[in-house]
């Protein structure tokens, strides 16, 4: 199987903008995330797909690759699609510009679901952690997903769930970590469905898989890092890095 890590960065985040080209230590967050992915070893090939000549001369001048956008797109999914639509690719994993501490076992993992006659049934798969932290368990900028026995997943929300209706019970809460893996075709297909109902309510695109009957394989990991979503998002990871 050929594999092709994509990383889709846009400029313009609503929450945070030109959060990607911010400096963390001595390298743009950009940087940290390419040069991680490359560092894996696992990729045939590592790609930042942008719509911005900053963050593509960012990646370009420091001996990475990158492509321009040729189309504005709603989602990092539809941005990789275009990139790698022409390409002979089979699995495509998405690993978010803004996730500057990527590691290698959790990405070796979320691979390896793919493999076997087991894993010719999968066609999305994605990480998540579990969350401990109060504040961040109610935080609508930590996406939660819930997951059935087999770990794929029954709902993912910016809202607290499972609700804990009976505090007497434990509940594990998992927060999803927005590195995807796909078989090239399921991302195809993802770009030729419109917009669902929940994916436009909770604004989370994964949700468009489960509204269209596609299940999404879970992967428990151990700590990812910090992903930088706000301005106190880059402190924290300053404090880790």
């Known amino acids: 199987m050929k594999k092709m890590a994509l990383i889709p960065a846009r400029y313009a985040a609503t929450r945070f903008p030109a959060k990607l080209m911010q400096m963390l230590g001595d390298k743009t967050v950009i940087r940290h995330t390419y040069d991680n992915t490359v560092a894996t070893g696992l990729f045939d090939d590592v790609m ?3 719509d911005s000549e900053i963050i593509f001369n960012e990646i370009v001048n420091n001996g990475g690759k990158a492509v321009m956008s040729k189309r504005q797109h709603e989602s990092g999914s539809d941005r990789i699609a275009e990139a790698i639509e022409d390409l002979a690719v089979d699995i495509v994993v998405n690993v978010q510009g803004d996730e500057p501490f990527v590691k290698k ?4 993992k979320i691979l390896h679901v793919f493999e076997g006659e087991e894993g010719k049934k999968v066609q999305v798969a994605s990480l998540m952690q579990v969350l401990k932290e109060q504040q961040y368990i109610e935080d609508p900028n930590y996406v939660k997903v819930a997951v059935d026995k087999n770990l794929n997943a029954l709902f993912f929300s910016r809202s607290v769930i499972p609700y804990p209706r009976n505090k007497e019970l434990p509940t594990i809460y998992y ?3 927005g590195v995807y893996a796909f078989r090239k075709q399921a991302l195809l297909n993802f770009t030729s469905w419109p917009m669902t109902p929940l994916e436009a309510a909770e604004r989370i695109e994964c949700l468009r898989y489960l509204e269209n009957g596609v299940p999404i394989k879970m992967i428990i990991v151990d700590y990812m890092g910090v992903e930088i ?3 106190e998002d ?3 990871a300053a404090r880790y890095l």
């Open 175 to 177: 927060e999803h970590i």
């Open 48 to 50: 930042v797909a942008t």
């Open 105 to 108: 076992e959790p990405l070796k």
């Open 234 to 236: 880059l402190e924290r």
């Open 229 to 231: 979503d706000t301005p």
